[in-house]
């Protein structure tokens, strides 16, 4: 019982995550700074302004509106954040749960800050937020089924195993699932489904700043606000970790642990850079590109799986 | 000065309010986030919402119908909010201070912290400004 409590809030839980994520929330910015000619800001950035939000500014309810769901939606995107980052990194650090189809499961918990956001936007009654929701629902229907199709195909690929454990354990003993024709279409789909999960700026539509200013999360100030960016900082260490873990081979012992932060940081890396070099496009167009384009890569690269490339 | 002084001396985020201004004070602000002056590296970003605002910006002269916006903005910030008056408009009125829809310069509508004059003031006198502001108690 005590060492699942140490296991869900220091490490690898949420302790351990938030301050993975925050610096390689630090790490996008100041990549974007650099892709901009710019100096970008210094290393404890994302944490003052996490304690910012979480200790020092006010809160205010919108006074249309459910203030219970309004408040209560962040701490379920943080909680929904960090159940999947354990089930992700548990077997990446090579402790086993003993627990058969957890990949089902990161699935499901990885909509849940989604889907908070949704609620929170709509509870708050602004306009803005409502057509911020809207649209983050036509993205989460966008991009699901990828990346299902996708999960189904590296369960496919590790000859019918659903848990990470086995997922990580076969590649370790085999070549890396990203060494071979099916793995690089799947990582291409995997790279650009997480870039819908951050919300990044290809696929940002739901808080495009410009438009709706900051859409879903407008309403929101002081310590919900903190909420939801600790949820984003989580999901910005988890997502490319479940990538690293499904095609990349995951972490080993020793040197291994270097080798699997460094894919950490280019995952990261080529997801700032994809933000950094594309315009925002419209939901139609993001619909599209994940119903054809995505969902068509990922299908041949589970064709190719059944040939066994 | 705590922890929490430092935390949001370290992290102030700013909206930006444009009265009935004539953009030269609008177009220096901007300046301010490009990668010659890069103000991102105190941490200072530009947000969309006022609700997640720590410094409010105001420039060009308020007239009456701004008026009423600038304090519904007010009134809806988050509260430790610092305000910062740009521009001889924001400060004094400048050259509207006579005129006849001008209703005031920012400080008789709202607790203004900081004025940075100019017309336009100059990127390096506004990061002067927000410096000077960074240090001073919320």
């Known amino acids: ?309 | 000065m705590g922890f929490k002084d430092f935390c949001f001396r370290k992290s102030l985020w700013v909206f930006h309010f444009g009265g009935a201004s004539c953009n030269n004070c609008d177009i220096e602000i901007l300046d301010c986030l490009t990668p010659r002056h890069d103000l991102e590296r105190f941490g200072i970003l530009l947000v969309g919402s006022i609700r997640h605002a720590d410094v409010l910006l105001v420039n060009g002269s308020i007239n009456r119908r701004d008026r009423d916006r600038l304090l519904e903005l007010y009134h809806q910030a988050p509260k430790p909010l610092l305000v910062v008056a740009i521009g001889a408009c924001g400060c004094t009125g400048g050259i509207f201070a006579e005129g006849n829809t001008f209703a005031g310069p920012v400080d008789t509508i709202i607790p203004v912290d900081a004025y940075i004059p100019g017309c336009p003031p100059k990127p390096e006198a506004i990061i002067a400004g927000i410096a000077r502001l960074a240090g001073k108690k919320p």
Request: positive net charge; contains cysteine.
């Open chain 1, 1 to 309: 019982m005590a060492v699942n409590i140490f296991y869900f809030f220091i490490f690898p839980g949420l302790l351990f995550m938030a301050v993975a994520g925050g610096l390689l929330s630090w790490f996008d910015r100041k990549i974007t700074a650099r892709v901009q000619f710019r100096q970008g800001p210094p290393l404890l950035q994302p944490f003052y302004d996490f304690f910012k939000l979480l200790l020092v500014k006010e809160t205010i309810l919108p006074r249309h509106g459910s203030p219970v769901v309004f408040m209560l939606a962040p701490l379920l995107a943080v909680f929904g954040a960090t159940m999947a980052g354990l089930f992700i990194l548990l077997p990446l650090f090579n402790i086993s749960t003993g627990f058969r189809g957890d990949l089902l499961v990161i699935f499901y918990l990885l909509t849940l800050p989604s889907f908070s956001y949704i609620l929170g936007s709509v509870a708050s009654g602004n306009p803005l937020a409502a057509v911020g929701s809207s649209r983050e629902i036509k993205l989460v229907i966008s991009y699901e089924l990828t990346f299902l199709l996708i999960i189904a195909a590296v369960i496919m690929k590790s000859g019918q195993h659903f848990d990470l454990d086995t997922v990580i354990a076969m590649q370790r003993s085999g070549t890396p699932f990203i060494g071979s024709v099916s793995g690089v279409l799947l990582f291409i789909a995997a790279v650009f489904c997480i870039q819908a999960k951050l919300g990044l700026v290809p696929f940002d539509m739901p808080e495009a700043e410009t438009e709706l200013s900051s859409g879903i999360y407008i309403e929101y100030s002081g310590p919900p606000y903190a909420m939801i960016k600790l949820a984003k900082y989580i999901m910005l260490f988890i997502l490319p970790a479940l990538v690293v873990a499904l095609l990349m081979n995951g972490m080993g012992q020793g040197a291994g642990i270097l080798w699997a932060v460094l894919k950490i940081l280019g995952v990261v890396l080529l997801l700032t850079l994809i933000r950094n070099t594309s315009p925002r496009v419209k939901i139609r167009q993001a619909s599209g590109f994940f119903f054809i384009w995505m969902n068509l890569i990922v299908v041949i690269a589970i064709v190719l799986i059944a040939f066994g490339l």
